[in-house]
């Protein structure tokens, strides 16, 4: 089945550590993003890549970084500087053309710093 | 920021009630999409309506589109408890590929 993994379903980390989340799919899109979203609250952008070796910061990109360097795979490392971080991360996937292909998404990871 | 603001942010109905959800978008837009949550879940696209559409089905959703009054509505008919979940729109921030979701509406059906 085609689709969108992220592991793992839930992180703990102790504050200052680095974390990186993984996102894997096969559906052969070009394009990743990568959500956060607070309790009660929408999704932001924090990340998203049309394309492999390219990749855009989004509305929330400060204190995470990512990579693109195989078209499947899109970690996200959420680094001590994020201030935040304890949040629900989703991962999604779309075909290129620009607004008009769906967003798949990942299950989600469930991130808490303590 | 958010592109869109949907609303109610909460509903609670009946089984067998309609549900209308409402949002609201701020710039041009190519398209508006409709994704569902269950709780603790990913987001699952529901339906895509152009903005030349005025109006599009699938199944006992509908969703209508007014580009001049830069609002959507997500119309569920017949509502059952399995439609629990929040709803969210969602829209490219113009001439870029970033896609902007609004803040959700929280559906509860009660059987």
């Known amino acids: 089945d085609g689709g969108i993994t992220q592991s793992p379903k839930y992180l703990f980390r102790k504050e200052g550590q680095n974390v990186t989340l993984s996102c894997e799919q096969n559906l052969n899109h070009d394009a990743m993003y990568w959500y956060r979203q607070d309790p009660g609250q929408g999704l932001r952008l924090i990340y998203y890549?049309?394309?492999?070796?390219?990749?855009q910061k989004g509305d929330i990109a400060e204190g995470y970084s990512v990579s693109r360097e195989k078209k499947e795979s899109f970690p996200l490392t959420v680094t001590s500087a994020q201030k935040n971080p304890t949040a629900f991360y989703l991962c999604?996937?779309?075909?290129?053309?620009?607004?008009?292909?769906?967003?798949?998404f990942g299950n989600g990871t469930r991130l808490t710093v303590t | 920021s958010q592109q869109g603001e949907e609303d109610p942010q909460a509903l609670s109905i009946q089984e067998g009630e309609n549900a209308t959800m409402n949002c609201s978008y701020k710039?041009?837009?190519?398209?508006l999409q409709w994704y569902r949550q269950n709780s603790g879940r990913g987001l699952v696209h529901l339906i895509l309506i152009r903005s030349n559409e005025r109006e599009k089905h699938s199944g006992r959703l509908r969703v209508t589109l007014d580009t001049s009054k830069k609002s959507s509505s997500l119309l569920i008919t017949a509502s059952r408890a399995a439609d629990t979940a929040s709803y969210f729109c969602a829209t490219y921030r113009y001439n870029t590929d970033k896609l902007i979701f609004g803040t959700g509406t929280r559906l509860q059906v009660f059987p």
């Open positions: 999604a996937s779309s075909a290129t053309d620009r607004g008009n292909s769906p967003l798949h």
């Open positions: 710039t041009s837009i190519n398209n």
């Open positions: 890549s049309q394309i492999v070796n390219d990749f």
